[in-house]
């Protein structure tokens, strides 16, 4: 019954009324309209960027359920794990809780970031091959945390929420 469309990475202003026909937007109201229209004009002025518009469209009424999405790509992905630029400016656009912010910034302290000897490597290396254990030493496996991208959501009559989605890089080096 419920399609999600994503639109391409967003360039200009857009009125949302205009870009969906009168007949999708029936059951939301003008000034949720005019609340997206206004996310879109403050994230084009967030530098380091992109982002893209996603909106549910319910099939058997042909409409759009009340709930808009943003998903912002910072250009600049490990370092915003760090310095956390964006989220910032995303609280400030969309009024986010400071709850809301330090809950993506704790979760993202547990995640993997940096060079360590894995124990279960040096097993398998040591029972796969015949290394010393000097060499196995000289082996780190690095994992690296990279955030993919933020996504915040409007839905009529709630709460604005963000939500965070990152994927871990792993690699074995000398």
């Not at 309209?33 to 879109?40: E, I, R, Y």
């Not at 084009?44 to 912002?72: G, H, W, Y």
């Not at 490990?78 to 969309?94: C, H, K």
């Amino acid at each position: 019954q419920d399609l999600k469309l994503i639109f391409g990475c967003l360039k200009s202003p857009i009125d949302i009324r205009k870009a969906l026909s009168v007949e999708c937007c029936v059951n939301v109201s003008a000034e949720f309209l005019d609340q997206v229209n206004s996310a879109v004009v403050s994230l084009l002025k967030v530098s380091d960027i992109t982002f893209r518009l996603c909106l549910d469209m319910n099939l058997q009424r042909a409409a759009i359920a009340p709930r808009f999405c943003f998903e912002i790509f910072p250009s600049q992905v490990m370092s915003e794990t760090r310095n956390w630029l964006v989220l910032d400016q995303l609280a400030d656009i969309f009024g986010l809780t400071m709850s809301a912010t330090k809950h993506v910034r704790s979760v993202h302290q547990h995640l993997p970031i940096g060079q360590k000897l894995d124990a279960r490597l040096v097993d398998m290396m040591q029972g796969r091959f015949d290394f010393s254990q000097k060499m196995v030493s000289k082996h780190k496996y690095q994992q690296a945390a990279v955030l993919s991208h933020y996504k915040i959501c409007l839905e009529l009559g709630k709460d604005i929420t963000i939500k965070s989605y990152a994927y871990v890089k792993q690699c074995l080096s000398d």
